[in-house]
């Protein structure tokens, strides 16, 4: 799958509303904890790419099974909840605000799926 200039601007106005909606998220109310949001995002597909590359995907007679890919993809799950934990913690605390809440989580999410997506038009065919 060839991703094209297309792909590449919309992608970049998805990443672009996403961190806008995170910075007004902490402007707004002159907070910044919500910014923590983007950290955790940025962080979450690590682990699931790092695990990835330590498997070994060519041994096809391997009985052990792919604990490590799996743990990746579970510490991936953690971060992308935690991303949209925080802010519903840092509201319950009275920390921000509703619409910091709402703001800092739609933003989060549109910056992960982003960068989700750019992996996946990016992504190097494999041969073998």
Not at 34 to 54: H, S
Not at 88 to 102: G, M, N
Request: glycine share 8%; proline share 4%.
């Amino acid at each position: 799958m060839a991703a094209g200039l297309k792909t590449i601007i919309v992608l970049s106005f998805v990443l672009a509303i996403g961190f806008l909606l995170v910075i007004l998220s902490c402007a707004l109310d002159n907070n910044y904890l919500p910014l923590l949001v983007v950290a955790t995002y940025v962080v979450a597909p690590l682990p699931n790419f790092i695990c990835g590359r330590c498997a070994n995907p060519d041994d096809f007679m391997e009985s052990a099974g792919n604990a490590i890919v799996d743990f990746g993809r579970w510490l991936t799950g953690f971060f992308v909840v935690m991303g949209i934990a925080l802010p519903v913690l840092f509201q319950h605390s009275d920390l921000i605000t509703i619409q910091a809440t709402a703001m800092s989580i739609i933003g989060g999410l549109l910056i992960y799926g982003t960068i989700i997506a750019f992996t996946m038009f990016f992504q190097e065919e494999q041969e073998f």
